[in-house]
């Protein structure tokens, strides 16, 4: 069986509305969110402080598809069976943030969840070729992590060709976070990406009390997508 290459699109929290998470989430997923995504920050990884295990599991009683949790903190491994066990259905560590990311994929998995790994910019694939079998999903941040509406880096582009032609039909999810618009979305699925995160390009113009838009920017970046690749959902 050929691995699911369709697009989804997993709108990140972060740039929701911080008093009203619940209901946000149940928003976006009303509006066509194939995943939820949740940065967490630690200050010291990136530049930002957001969520910890506890926020975790209070965002999970809202979420019904997936809850994909990016974990940019180090180091990562004595948080692995909190976040686990606050709902995680995805936990995603950074490359960069430890001198033994086997052992904490394995970690991640052996918590019951779907391992993600994650690179920099400024980060090759060299080092992903021996984790392949660790892996459910890599994503590759196309800013650099720490805050939302940066812009888009296409130098990455080039970076997701090459990690799908090394992945072939592994079903292995390619991720991209950061700068994904319908203007950029298309690129990185032509390239070869199947999961986009995307924070206020989902988010402007909409609210709990309007979420027509959240629905409306979801259907524009999968069309813009999906044009580029003939996948249909």
């Given at each position: 069986m050929r691995p699911d290459r369709s697009i989804k699109i997993a709108p990140s929290i972060l740039s929701a509305d911080f008093a009203d998470f619940g209901q946000e989430i149940e928003a976006i997923e009303a509006q066509g969110a194939d995943w939820v995504h949740v940065d967490v920050m630690d200050g010291h990884?990136?530049?930002?402080?957001?969520?910890?295990?506890?926020a975790i599991a209070a965002f999970r009683r809202h979420v019904t598809t997936v809850m994909d949790v990016h974990l940019m903190i180090a180091p990562v491994d004595p948080y692995i069976d909190a976040f686990a066990r606050a709902g995680a259905d995805v936990l995603t560590a950074h490359l960069e943030a430890g001198p033994h990311i086997h052992r904490t994929l394995q970690a991640i998995r052996g918590a019951g969840c779907k391992a993600g790994l994650a690179l920099n910019p400024g980060t090759g694939i060299d080092g992903v070729e021996n984790l392949l079998d660790m892996v459910d999903l890599v994503c590759v941040m196309t800013v650099n992590p720490g805050f939302g509406g940066q812009k888009f880096i296409h130098s990455q582009i080039d970076k997701v060709k090459r990690l799908r032609a090394l992945i072939g039909d592994r079903p292995i999810h390619i991720e991209i976070d950061g700068g994904i618009t319908p203007e950029t979305a298309p690129l990185m699925?032509?390239?070869g990406a199947d999961v986009l995160v995307a924070g206020s390009a989902v988010f402007k113009g909409g609210s709990v009390e309007n979420p027509a838009p959240y629905?409306?920017?979801?259907?524009?970046?999968?069309?813009?997508?999906?044009?580029?690749?003939?996948?249909m959902a």
């Open positions: 990884f990136v530049p930002n402080l957001t969520f910890g295990p506890p699925a032509a390239a629905g409306e920017n979801i259907r524009a970046i999968r069309a813009a997508a999906e044009a580029a690749t003939g996948v």
